[in-house]
């Protein structure tokens, strides 16, 4: 099977960060596998300088664009100015031809003045927003989402909200195991959902610094369907009930019960995408005897439905 093709824009005076992101992300390698084939392409196919002076080699022109899957705009540095006529042309051919497009940041500039976001809901980093609006009134820009998708344009907040973005088309096609993986790579939070509730997940520590709560945590994971109470989980381990609470929070972060509603949520999570188990067999395999309960707390956590995650990240 071949992998999807990523074409990275570079232009001169890139920021570096705004690049980064969405390389390192698309090259990374689980198991010594590439997920994506991902290719930097410029104006003329020539080598771009960042602001800092970094060389960075393309692997093309604008032609490459028409035979990617996945086209990223990161970032933009001239907001005042049309950009280059022969991008602007390319884009809403790759638009027409049903490309994903991704405008990272400032990047939603190039989408907005190739036409390609008129009447479609779009984000992009809040200091920007006021200027935005001014010259493309026709866009609806939500200000406080990370990113938002729209008929198959994706557009992203500030830096940081990059990484979220790119981590999220990881998780549209290869589901969030693998995009777990890559944000465990890279010692960053699980990413946060753009248009709907903009929770972070951090990854669940496998490890702590106390050694009894790490097997306590061991033994948690292997059991999520029975039932656990504070009380049963400190005698099981010869603490009292205070000792307990006050040792496994230190160590995690979290309380007993919410560190486990977030397991069982992400177990959930992760049943919902690689089985086709019925939404009451998985809340009960995860432990959660009332389907009801279970519903609110991934609606809460994740900000949609299980059935709106089944159909959105199911990967069977």
């Not at 970094?54 to 692997?59: G, P, V």
């Not at 705009?73 to 907001?79: F, K, Q, T, Y």
């Not at 972070?200 to 039932?227: G, V």
């Amino acid at each position: 099977m071949s992998l999807p093709k990523v074409a990275l824009f570079i232009y001169p005076d890139i920021p570096i960060f705004h690049f980064s992101v969405p390389h390192t992300i698309f090259n990374a390698e689980i198991e010594g596998e590439k997920l994506f084939e991902v290719n930097t392409f410029s104006l003329d196919g020539l080598a771009v300088r960042t602001e800092k002076s970094i060389l960075i080699e393309a692997h093309g022109d604008l032609a490459m664009m028409q035979d990617a899957d996945i086209i990223i705009i990161p970032g933009w540095n001239d907001l005042h100015h049309k950009p280059d006529e022969h991008l602007l042309t390319a884009l809403k051919l790759a638009h027409q031809k049903e490309i994903k497009i991704v405008g990272l940041c400032y990047g939603a500039y190039p989408l907005a003045y190739a036409g390609l976001l008129n009447h479609r809901h779009i984000t992009t980093h809040w200091a920007g927003v006021c200027d935005f609006k001014q010259k493309f009134p026709c866009v609806s820009v939500d200000k406080d989402a990370l990113y938002r998708e729209d008929a198959g344009i994706i557009t992203s907040a500030g830096t940081g909200a990059a990484l979220d973005c790119c981590l999220y088309l990881v998780k549209k096609i290869y589901g969030a195991k693998i995009a777990n993986k890559i944000s465990r790579l890279m010692v960053i939070p699980t990413h946060r959902e753009g248009g709907q509730a903009q929770f972070i997940e951090q990854p669940l520590s496998t490890l702590t610094y106390d050694s009894e709560i790490n097997h306590l945590l061991d033994f948690l994971r292997q059991n999520l369907s029975r039932s656990h109470t504070v009380d049963s989980l400190a005698t099981s381990i010869h603490m009292t009930r205070r000792t307990f609470t006050r040792h496994f929070k230190h160590a995690t972060g979290v309380s007993v019960i919410r560190w486990l509603n977030n397991e069982r949520l992400r177990s959930a999570a992760e049943l919902l995408e690689s089985t086709d188990y019925s939404i009451e067999k998985i809340a009960e395999a995860t432990g959660f005897n009332n389907t009801v309960l279970f519903r609110r707390l991934f609606k809460q956590k994740y900000g949609t439905s299980p059935n709106h995650w089944r159909q959105n990240f199911s990967h069977q």
